[in-house]
């Protein structure tokens, strides 16, 4: 592969969320973990397991359980002002439904591949061996886990996938479904299928806003009010996708 072939990789994975509930064949499920396994890890501890959801009645519990954390989502976030909060919670009480299924298109996925993490195996760092395990060997276990991440959805991307990254509030709900045991932890939720509907192109600030030679460039340092006008832009970047996938932004 040369860099063009990798750079049109990178720009072509999407977030998906409205799948097709076309199967997916399991050739494919297990290329993608075989691929996420070759992840960066701190002191190659390499802290994670994978557990395969096909069945429909198993998938259906899952998303039950995640329903019933979306409403202390969704109100946490009402507690900011309405340009900076996540664009899928941008709505009013009224329309609450329609926020829930900006996040909740991934029911109809065929196949879920669930993350789990153990944090006993970051003591393979060498950081991590020289701190306490509350505060070190978590902060380099999410680092580890956001690499495992991106390789999996780009091998996703590579067999014509789509893929979504759900995060998840609480545990214990998914341990009495799942029966993993203390102390893995679930660390995200990866929904595997045929996009419903065509994503719009990648939205990325420009390049040159984050990009500095030899040392910092100061005028693009951001003050407190450039933060917040940011933090806008970006919102406003993320929209147009969680619209698309109910059907209420055009693609441009």
């Given at each position: 592969m040369n860099y063009d072939e990798f750079f049109e990789l990178v720009r072509r994975r999407r977030t998906i969320r409205k799948f097709k509930p076309d199967p997916v064949p399991d050739e494919y499920i297990t290329n993608i973990i075989k691929a996420s396994r070759y992840?960066?890890?701190?002191?190659?501890?390499?802290?994670?397991?994978?557990?395969?959801?096909?069945?429909?009645?198993?998938?259906?519990?899952?998303?039950?359980?995640?329903?019933?954390?979306?409403?202390?989502?969704?109100?946490?976030?009402?507690?900011?002002?309405?340009?900076?909060?996540?664009?899928?919670?941008?709505?009013?009480?009224?329309?609450?439904d329609k926020a829930r299924d900006m996040l909740s298109g991934w029911k109809d996925a065929p196949a879920l591949i669930?993350?789990?993490?153990?944090?006993?195996?970051?003591?393979?760092?060498?950081?991590?061996?020289?701190?306490?395990?509350?505060?070190?060997?978590?902060?380099?276990?999410?680092?580890?886990?956001g690499h495992?991440?991106?390789?999996?959805?780009?091998?996703?991307?590579?067999?014509?996938?789509?893929?979504?990254?759900?995060?998840?509030?609480?545990?214990?709900?998914?341990?009495?479904?799942?029966?993993?045991?203390?102390?893995?932890?679930?660390?995200?939720i990866v929904p595997v299928g045929?996009?419903?509907?065509?994503?719009?192109?990648?939205?990325?600030?420009p390049f040159k806003s984050q990009v500095h030679y030899e040392e910092y460039d100061m005028s693009k340092y951001m003050c407190n009010e450039d933060f917040l006008e940011y933090l806008d832009k970006i919102r406003a970047l993320g929209r147009p996708g969680y619209r698309a996938a109910i059907g209420e932004a055009k693609i441009a």
């Open positions: 992840a960066m890890s701190g002191g190659n501890s390499q802290p994670w397991e994978f557990m395969v959801v096909k069945d429909p009645k198993t998938r259906g519990k899952i998303f039950k359980a995640f329903v019933e954390d979306f409403d202390m989502m969704y109100y946490l976030e009402l507690q900011r002002t309405p340009q900076y909060r996540h664009p899928a919670f941008n709505v009013p009480p009224e329309e609450k669930i993350v789990l993490e153990d944090p006993r195996k970051m003591f393979g760092s060498v950081l991590c061996a020289r701190s306490d395990f509350d505060t070190c060997s978590l902060s380099v276990l999410g680092v580890t886990m495992l991440g991106m390789t999996l959805h780009l091998a996703a991307a590579s067999l014509g996938l789509g893929s979504q990254h759900v995060d998840v509030l609480t545990q214990d709900a998914y341990r009495r479904i799942l029966k993993y045991p203390e102390p893995l932890r679930l660390s995200v045929y996009s419903a509907y065509k994503a719009g192109p990648p939205r990325r600030l």
